[in-house]
């Protein structure tokens, strides 16, 4: 029984709790990224003249150190995330996808030499590297973005590789290159449409880990200085020497620890919902 | 079912009812089954890979490491002579490749370099902090084996009932939870607001405790970094240990063992626990190279306490390279090696891998 895999989906999300939360987190968290500038009631780097004010009708979540809204800074810093997770993702499955494709395809020598590559990757400790390049180039969201999408492609290659080998063997691959298909067909016709929902599941998983990295990031002061960042804002709030006093962590701090916490809960509930249904092996064993 | 040359990806056992393999939660490392000569091999590699970066990233960056480093002080103007002096100082002066084989010899005798905010040798000062990240690694996992390990014997053997749900819901949700959220909390509550804690380093400075004293002091110290730390390994311990146990629910041994009339408290820690136990070993070292590579850094920051992740992030901080440079390395190549040792260990633990 093939359905469409839109009406899987629609089944999924009645038949599973956990993946509504999810995706109801991570809507949230999207839409208050597109939608920032008419959410957001002040400029998030505007100086209100006051700093540290208690949260009021006028601020919401009072000012910060610089004198800045920090709810309108909390709004406007899911849309930096949201950047990170589209962009980085999108890096990570174009790198994901012509390693894993070309090593599963082609096989032998070519297979042999991406996968050691993959494993180097793998081995590499992901945030002393980035500290690293981020102390000594010019610091900028595109550069994060870039670094997270250059070290964290080796599992999705892994993935489409080992997924691409198991469907060369089942033999239509070779049926259609037999019919005179070629090798850009057989991607797109065959390959690309059963890796689907595999790659989606280990997508969503890569977005959250995106968004934690750069988050882990700017929390070390190594972010985009220019950006409004939640983990930059949480760094910026321990190191005052306000915070201490008062409830000012309260709606300082906590909001923004809270609203990275539901985004990337948001990400691991839907990749944890989603794993039974993407997985191929277990589909089988579970029918 | 598995086909020949599809093997790369891990094995999930048809009973795991959530899929978690240990490799499959901490990035398909390490079931690939390869000979321990090709991994010894990429590892030559990789530290070989990760020497070379260390080397050539700032000398690849545009501009001129010494105009970097005087960037700092922008009173400092330089003139021809210290400049040179400068660039003798630290090798600049000749070719690369030159440069870069009295970097290696350097690197062989130990050497990292001067540091340039404490005009001291980097090795000495790192080896000064590399005891303190030890313990609070060493300390953070025993702490999360004593937690985990019994947690997921008794989920696992619980399978379905209400205790195991819970649990297994509690840790898949708090799974990737970042760590310095939760620090910062622990931070600004225990030791910014109430002051139970001390803090910026690892015992209490001019202080003349001895004996059992000293031990309590260095506790007291060590508590908040290590309980947070221990926080972040006990989720993949939990989930690894749980999965292997279920895995184990069904084997015949354990019929045989009720036949025989023993416990079932003796079934499940002697017989099923003990048999599910090799996953979790690789876990724990698998855990402990992750925390190398971002726990310490973060946690030793937060909480200012003296071992190398908080030097590294410190030297950042400074712009001081050559102190950078060295901790980047010691971290990474502790990474790589942890999980060398964890690749070589599996190959003697595991019957079927050994060869």
Redesign the interface.
């Known amino acids: 029984m093939m359905r469409s895999g839109v009406g899987r989906l629609l089944s999924a999300l009645r038949r599973s709790p956990m993946l509504l939360a999810g995706v109801l987190m991570v809507l949230a968290f999207v839409s208050v990224g597109v939608l920032a500038p008419w959410i957001a009631p002040h400029d998030p780097r505007a100086d209100s003249g006051i700093s540290y004010q208690s949260p009021s009708r006028e601020h919401l979540l009072g000012t910060n150190d610089g004198g800045a809204d920090i709810f309108s800074r909390l709004v406007w810093g899911s849309r930096t995330t949201l950047q990170v997770a589209v962009l980085a993702t999108a890096l990570i499955l174009v790198i994901g996808l012509a390693v894993g494709l070309t090593a599963g395809l082609r096989?032998g020598l070519v297979d042999t030499v991406l996968?050691?590559i993959v494993?180097?990757f793998?081995?590499?400790?992901?945030?002393?590297?980035l500290?690293?390049?981020?102390?000594?180039?010019e610091r900028s969201l595109a550069l994060s973005i870039l670094m997270i999408g250059l070290f964290t492609w080796p599992?999705t290659a892994?993935?489409v590789?080992?997924?691409t080998?198991?469907l060369r063997?089942r033999g239509y691959v070779a049926n259609a290159r037999g019919f005179g298909a070629g090798p850009f067909y057989v991607v797109t016709r065959h390959l690309v449409p059963t890796l689907g929902p595999i790659i989606g599941a280990n997508l969503v998983f890569v977005a959250?880990?995106a968004v934690?990295t750069e988050?882990?990031l700017s929390?070390?002061?190594?972010g985009d200085p220019a950006a409004v960042s939640w983990?930059a804002e949480?760094n910026r709030?321990?190191m005052s020497r306000q915070?201490?006093f008062g409830t000012l962590?309260l709606s300082w701090?906590?909001p923004f620890?809270l609203a990275?916490?539901l985004a990337?809960?948001g990400?691991?509930?839907i990749g944890?919902a989603l794993?039974?249904w993407s997985?191929p092996?277990?589909r089988r064993?579970q029918r | 079912m598995r086909r020949q040359g599809a093997v790369a990806d891990p094995v999930i056992t048809p009973e795991a009812d959530v899929g978690l393999e240990a490799s499959q939660v901490l990035g398909a490392r390490p079931s690939r089954r390869q000979s321990k000569w090709v991994t010894i091999g990429s590892y030559v590699v990789t530290v070989f890979l990760l020497i070379t970066f260390n080397f050539a990233l700032p000398r690849l960056m545009p501009g001129d490491p010494i105009d970097a480093m005087m960037a700092l002080s922008a009173t400092t103007v330089l003139n021809d002579d210290t400049r040179g002096a400068l660039e003798q100082y630290y090798n600049l002066d000749v070719p690369l490749p030159r440069q870069y084989l009295s970097y290696l010899t350097g690197l062989g005798r130990g050497d990292l370099g001067v540091s340039i905010v404490s005009n001291r040798p980097v090795t000495e000062e790192l080896g000064k902090r590399v005891g303190w990240s030890l313990l609070l690694l060493l300390s953070a996992s025993a702490i999360a084996m004593l937690i985990g390990i019994p947690l997921g014997i008794h989920s696992g053997w619980k399978r379905g009932k209400g205790v195991d749900r819970s649990l297994l819901g509690f840790f898949l949700a708090v799974q990737n939870l970042p760590i310095f959220i939760l620090g910062s909390v622990v931070f600004i509550l225990f030791i910014a607001k109430w002051d139970l804690f001390p803090y910026g380093s690892a015992t209490t400075p001019l202080s003349d405790y001895h004996g059992l004293s000293e031990v309590a002091d260095i506790i007291r110290h060590l508590a908040l970094p290590a309980l947070l730390m221990s926080f972040d390994f006990v989720t993949y311990e939990y989930l690894v240990m749980r999965s292997a146990m279920v895995g184990e629910l069904g084997s015949d041994y354990l019929l045989g063992g009720r036949a025989k009339g023993l416990s079932e408290r003796h079934l499940k820690y002697r017989y099923a626990g003990r048999n599910a136990l090799l996953p979790v070993v690789t876990v724990i070292g698998l855990q402990f190279s992750l925390a190398i590579g971002a726990g310490l850094i973060i946690i030793e920051g937060i909480f200012s306490y003296p071992g190398v992740g908080g030097y590294m992030l410190g030297a950042v901080g400074t712009r001081d390279y050559p102190a950078m440079q060295g901790a980047f390395l010691v971290l990474t190549v502790g990474v790589v090696t942890t999980n060398l040792v964890v690749d070589l260990l599996y190959h003697r633990l595991d019957p079927r891998v050994a060869t």
Do not use: H, Y
């Open positions: 096989g996968m050691r494993d180097i793998l081995a590499l400790p992901v945030i002393p590297l500290l690293f390049v981020a102390a000594l180039a599992q892994r993935i590789r080992s997924q080998l198991t063997s959250g880990v934690t988050a882990a929390f070390l002061g190594l983990g949480i709030a321990l915070i201490s962590w701090l906590v620890g990275l916490t990337i809960l990400f691991t509930l944890v794993e039974p997985n092996r277990w064993s």
